[in-house]
């Protein structure tokens, strides 16, 4: 059986990701983080998933990475998240990371120079990504009616949030890292525990809940909780198409086995 951890930062996210799940058992980690671990089944494939709630901020979701990581072994690993569109997108829509960028590390000297950390979605997960966003299968996961947009593209990390075209950090953005589509404050800590486990297949999912200039009236109008369904959507659609190195590589030796076998026989 596969297996995958998906992190979540808040409730909202949590939840959207549980539905998702079957046959949900509480488990906890010796040092104290408190999993769920459900089945997905798809086909002729089963996933077993964990879930966990992190917390905001980059370092708890980088830390949990690695413990999870650490603790399952698993195959996959993804961060349901919502985000802030930057340009291009809109409420509901949903960005696959290529990369994030983090875009508050450079070097202060007359003016500040970026020399960003860049984390990288794996390739496989990118390719299975663009894939999934070229087709309308995965909108048969809703709940609703909508017809959001996927894009597979970068996104930039950092700790503050902007809420104005016109400030500085907005326009900072734009001129240095003017092919993200969204800004979040968790990806990095998550693709570097992935970078650290190279066995693991690790991609960041967001689901577009604000727009600058525009976050106070789509917080009301509830497009957090829209953001992660169509996330937590997006992201069980990649499980469902997607096919675990270990797992093949396990059937390849099996397959070799049975060979060696026939051949013994004869």
């Known amino acids: 059986m596969s297996c995958a951890v998906i992190l979540t930062a808040i409730r909202v996210e949590y939840m ?11 488990e906890m980690h010796p040092n104290g983080t408190i999993y769920e671990r459900g089945k997905f089944s798809i086909d002729c494939q089963e996933w077993e998933v964990a879930i966990v709630e992190t917390g905001a901020r980059n370092s708890p979701a980088g830390i949990e990475a690695e413990r999870a990581i650490a603790y399952f072994n698993p195959d996959v690993i993804l961060f349901v998240r919502v985000a802030g569109g930057i340009k291009d997108v809109q409420l509901g829509d949903v960005v696959a990371a290529t990369k994030v960028y983090g875009y508050e590390s450079g070097k202060v000297a007359e003016t500040f120079r970026p020399r960003p950390d860049v984390g990288l979605s794996n390739y496989n997960m990118i390719q299975r990504a663009r894939a999934e966003a070229r ?13 959001p947009n996927v894009f597979v593209a970068p996104i930039a990390r950092g700790e503050k949030v902007i809420a104005n075209k016109k400030s500085d950090l907005f326009e900072f ?16 800590g998550i693709l570097q525990a992935a970078h650290t486990n190279q066995q693991v297949s690790a991609l960041i999912i967001r689901g577009i809940s604000s727009l600058i200039d525009d976050k106070s009236r789509a917080n009301k109008e509830g497009s957090e909780e829209v953001a ?3 996330a937590s959507a997006f992201a069980f659609e990649i499980l469902a198409k997607f096919k675990s190195t270990k797992n093949q590589q396990t059937l390849a ?10 051949l013994n026989f004869f």
Do not use: F
């Open 16 to 26: 959207a990701v549980r539905a998702h799940l079957s046959d949900l058992t509480e």
């Open 135 to 147: 087709k309308e299968d995965w909108l048969a996961r809703l709940s609703d009616s909508d017809k």
């Open 173 to 188: 953005l734009q001129q240095n890292y003017g092919d993200a589509l969204a800004v979040e404050i968790e990806g990095i």
């Open 228 to 230: 992660a369904r169509h």
């Open 253 to 262: 030796k099996q397959d070799v086995k049975y060979h060696q076998k026939v």
